[in-house]
């Protein structure tokens, strides 16, 4: 949910810090929004996964951590 139109990047690591897929890279619109995820190229293990929204008023970060398992 974005509260107020935003630019967001969504994207996921490694748990060496490498960028292993962008998943939302731009301007989103004020609304609940959703992203499929789509991990069967990657090895299981654990991952992080970083949101980032930026507007006028404010910008927030939160990044958390996912383990996929095969």
Do not use: C, W
């Not at 060496?16 to 609940?32: I, P, R, S």
């Not at 996964?49 to 958390?64: A, D, G, L, W």
Request: aromatic share 12%; hydrophobic share 40%; proline share 1%.
């Amino acid at each position: 949910s974005i509260p107020q139109a935003s630019f967001v990047k969504l994207i996921v690591y490694d748990v060496t810090g490498k960028a292993v897929m962008e998943l939302v890279n731009g301007f989103q619109t004020a609304d609940y929004h959703s992203v499929t995820f789509n991990g069967n190229n990657l090895a299981s293990g654990i991952y992080f996964y970083r949101i980032s929204v930026s507007s006028e008023n404010s910008n927030f970060t939160k990044t958390m951590k996912m383990v996929i398992v095969k």
